[in-house]
């Protein structure tokens, strides 16, 4: 079975400070995503990854910024949280090629930012 | 635009009765079609995937139905859990780079005893 793990379930943090959201697939799937999930508006796409070292912009890219060093890890930065940015912060993977290209989620990360 | 419209948002029914979960989309091209299951407080499960081809998908207690023409899913749970109080997410797939994820809001699913 896929595996994707997120580094916190939960996270507080103040505004202003920096704050990191890490994810691991464990299934060596090329794409890597980062979402977050609020009430009334669904999931909306941060930023993705096809490989290594390689990022792109999603839908809600400001305020954020990515990182992936090593393939099977994709890393959220917050360079200074703000309040808006209190979420649900999910991570999935998939396989690149695919047919199916499902994405499997992590459990997620709710962060909160007072 | 390419959106996707579930209804309802949320549904409340009794254990052991079956529900209907609509999606209606306008996306295009289209690629594939999938439901999601999310548990509160986790990330989401695919529960089954169609393309442009297939009008039903089953998985256990769970069938999707896909009308092409009309741009219209559905999501028929039968004999409902306590276990299927979730919220459940269609996602239409473009025809582009992987990443053309078009997410629905989600119905909110309460299974009570």
């Known amino acids: 079975d896929v595996k994707v793990t997120q580094s916190s379930r939960y996270l507080v943090k103040r505004t202003g400070e920096k704050v990191f959201l890490e994810c691991v697939q464990d299934?060596?799937?090329?794409?890597m995503f980062w979402y977050r999930q609020d009430p009334g508006l669904g999931l909306r796409l941060i930023y993705f990854?096809?490989?290594?070292?390689?990022?792109e912009k999603g839908d809600i890219p400001e305020g954020y910024s990515v990182s992936r060093e090593k393939k099977e890890r994709f890393s959220l930065i917050l360079e200074s949280a703000s309040t808006n940015q209190t979420s649900m912060y999910l991570c999935?993977?998939?396989?690149?090629?695919?047919?199916?290209?499902?994405?499997?989620f992590g459990p997620g990360t709710r962060l909160t930012v007072l | 635009k390419n959106q996707v419209e579930q209804s309802p948002q949320s549904l409340i029914i009794l254990e052991g009765k079956n529900c209907t979960l609509q999606?209606?989309?306008?996306?295009?091209?289209?690629?594939?079609l999938r439901w999601y299951k999310q548990d509160t407080g986790r990330g989401p499960v695919s529960l089954t995937i169609?393309?442009?081809?297939?009008n039903t998908k089953s998985n256990g207690r769970y069938t999707a139905t896909l009308d092409a023409d009309t741009k219209q899913s559905s999501l028929h749970i039968t004999a409902s859990q306590l276990s299927d109080s979730a919220s459940y997410i269609c996602?239409?797939?473009?025809?582009?780079?992987?990443?053309?994820?078009?997410f629905g809001k989600g119905t909110t699913l309460s299974v009570s005893s």
């Open positions: 299934m060596d799937h090329e794409n």
């Open positions: 996602v239409v797939s473009a025809s582009q780079a992987g990443t053309a994820l078009i």
């Open positions: 990854s096809y490989d290594v070292k390689m990022k």
């Open positions: 169609m393309t442009f081809s297939e």
């Open positions: 999935a993977s998939s396989l690149k090629g695919a047919i199916e290209d499902t994405q499997y």
């Open positions: 999606c209606n989309y306008t996306v295009s091209p289209f690629s594939n």
